[in-house]
């Protein structure tokens, strides 16, 4: 089959789009045609080997996690799933034997692994994936937003219905609202919970993309204080809640806007690790901080579920062909892009 793999680390040059022998189909598991795939940052570090994910080659590695297709093959311990139903996957494969995974924590489960990064992954014609991992999808729903579900939904809805608990009478801040992570917080907090929107952005178009989705209001950091805007925006009292994915560039200016016994939610940390955390403020404001990884299985079914009733549309910026992968992975780290980049085989 045709994939896309890895054979050492390094910029978009390594990715190679060419012959790789059909995965075999374990008896937990199902064979599915890949229709589309997302690209995700995972897929730029595990490339790059950074964020410790080095890796020993041989053999080559298929990058590709989020991705959406046809079941083709079921395995024979498989129940309840048959060939031709069209399916999204869950990337985050657990072990189902842990404490976590017993009960239903599966988020927590301390031996995970990532399709396209520990295991052979999506960008390819054919892939093999646990049939705990696949929801099938209504045929309203395309291919492509299917494949934007995942990675992007699955940590905000485990973020904002779990943990922070947001209500519709909130107001919620979301950083950086034009990467996939910011899109479907956006969706989120709008459409699935009713909830008030502030977003951040950089560019005005991208403001404007941004109220289209659900944003009340946009905020240019460019342009403006986000801390001083956001006090404005809520006659001084500030938000209840914060949705993080981009970590130390705007931690302190995005702590700093909420309310006392405001939330504080984080899944990614894009422009640094480090920080610095006054802990003066989080202990007199009683703020809480939550930090999201994925979610369980229970919460993809829920995400699937608004995706099927047509409340959440994911964003799709751009669709590229297999063999123009260096071209998609250089526009996600160009970073000049809003909504999520797809790759179908
Ligand atoms: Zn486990």
Redesign the pocket.
Known sequence: MQAVYIESHGGPDVLTLGERPEPNVEPHQVMIRVRACALNRLDIYTREGDRGLRREFPPPLILGGDCAGDIVEVGEQVRGLSTGDRVLVNPKI?????P??LAGQ?DL???PQFMGSALDGSYAELTAVPAVNVHPIVNEVSYEQAAAVPTTFLPMWNMLQRKIQLKAWETVLVLSASAGVGTAAIEVASKAIGARVIATTSTAEKAEKARELGADEVINYNEEDITERVKALTDGKGVDAVVDHVGADFFSSAFSSLRPGGRYGICGATTGLRTELHLGLLFSRQIQIFGVFMGTKEDMQEITALLNRGTVHPVIHEVFPLAEVAAAHRTMEETNFFGKLLLTP
């Open positions: 657990t072990c189902q034997q842990c976590a995974c599966d489960c301390p031996r």
